[in-house]
């Protein structure tokens, strides 16, 4: 089955759940923290399972915005690769994803634990705990296999969170080439402001390949310190990135860059003539009442943007459809969507 858009990412399985002060004492946590496990957290994953109350997610910031998209795009459209391990949290998000209509086409790990991530929540406070396990251990070998690489031949898009710089770079390589090579959309998220620092010297490597860059204002402005743009105004880092030397001279480079509540900035590059295009989108007004979480709010704007991709729809359109959908997970708890599945509303 052809799927159009192609999403390569770390997998997590995420685990909401509401819990006491005193649970969060027990493993030494902090409200409104983030932290990667030790050995003394491991117990949480399969105590939060359990709890009557836990809300699984099929989660990662890729994994995010391939549900995201699915939630727009008509059935089946989506795939998504990445590495897991051969235990009971990988069918969980299995199941997870295929009640969001994305297929999971995942490399197991057979000594590797799935990676997983417990959101406790403490009233309008989380704390997060990550164990990144069989996440961390992806392989190009797997992309390549002829059962796979099938899939990629038949995709229009392609998508790869940048935590898969610290994963597995030859395999967004390898996607970045075949898409330049056969005219193809390639998209990349920054995801983190640390990537561009602890990682430059990958993520310069897939820069050749971006025909869409997403980010945010905060990564935007560790890029621009970790290369030297000697700017901090948003609009003029986009703009040095968007005219960055590209393979494929057939499409331009345009950078998206999302503001929080300030208005999302986009930069179209014409690499060849070294002239920019700017536009400024106002995002759509919420009531304070009205905002539930903020986690995944990016992950879901990319979903929404992608899907506007893959739908041919112009760049207005395809900002819109991103904010219009970071607006439905804004009012969810956590990087999910309203059921039943509501329908994107053009901006009035």
């Known amino acids: 089955m052809p799927y159009d858009l192609l999403v390569l990412g770390n997998p997590l399985l995420d685990l909401q759940a509401e819990v006491t002060e005193d649970y969060l004492k027990k493993y030494d946590l902090k409200a409104d923290d983030a932290i990667l496990v030790e050995e003394k957290h491991m117990p949480i994953f399969d105590e939060v399972v359990k709890m009557d109350n836990v809300h699984v997610l099929a989660g990662g910031a890729a994994q995010n915005g391939a549900r995201g998209a699915q939630y727009i795009l008509p059935k089946d459209s989506v795939i998504y690769y990445g590495s897991v391990g051969n235990d009971k949290f990988s069918e969980q998000l299995r199941k997870a994803n295929d009640a969001a209509g994305v297929y999971s086409n995942y490399m197991v790990q057979q000594d590797v634990a799935t990676g997983k991530c417990a959101a406790l929540i403490t009233g309008k406070h989380r704390s997060l705990a990550t164990d990144l396990g069989a996440a961390n251990h992806y392989k190009a070998t797997h992309l390549r296999a002829p059962e796979n690489w099938k899939h990629v031949e038949a995709a229009k898009v392609f998508y790869v969170g940048?935590?898969?710089?610290?994963?597995?770079?030859?395999a967004m390589n390898a996607l970045g080439q075949h898409a330049a090579e056969t005219n193809k959309i390639y998209s990349m998220n920054l995801s983190?402001?640390?990537?561009?620092?602890?990682?430059?010297?990958?993520?310069?490597?897939?820069?050749?390949?971006?025909?869409?860059?997403?980010?945010?204002?905060?990564?935007?402005?560790?890029y621009a310190e970790s290369h030297n743009l000697g700017t901090t105004d948003i609009e003029e880092i986009a703009k040095k990135i968007a005219l960055l030397p590209k393979k494929n001279t057939a499409r331009p480079r345009t950078v998206v860059f999302t503001q929080g509540t300030d208005e999302t900035i986009t930069v179209i590059g014409d690499v060849a003539k070294g002239t920019t295009t700017t536009k400024k989108y106002p995002v759509r007004q919420l009531s304070q009442n009205q905002v539930k979480d903020s986690n995944g709010a990016g992950d879901a704007f990319a979903?929404?943007?992608l899907a506007g991709l893959v739908q041919g729809k112009d760049l207005d359109t395809a900002v819109d459809m991103g904010q219009w959908l970071a607006s439905l997970s804004l009012q969810e708890v956590g990087p999910s969507f309203p059921l039943p599945k509501q329908t994107y509303q053009p901006r009035a």
Not at 162 to 170: K, R
Not at 194 to 211: G, I, M
Request: overall charge negative; aromatic content about 16%.
């Open 303 to 305: 979903g929404g943007f």
């Open 162 to 170: 940048g935590f898969h710089l610290t994963v597995c770079p030859e």
């Open 192 to 222: 983190a402001p640390f990537l561009p620092t602890v990682f430059k010297e990958p993520l310069d490597a897939n820069s050749p390949y971006w025909d869409y860059l997403i980010g945010n204002e905060s990564e935007a402005l560790a």
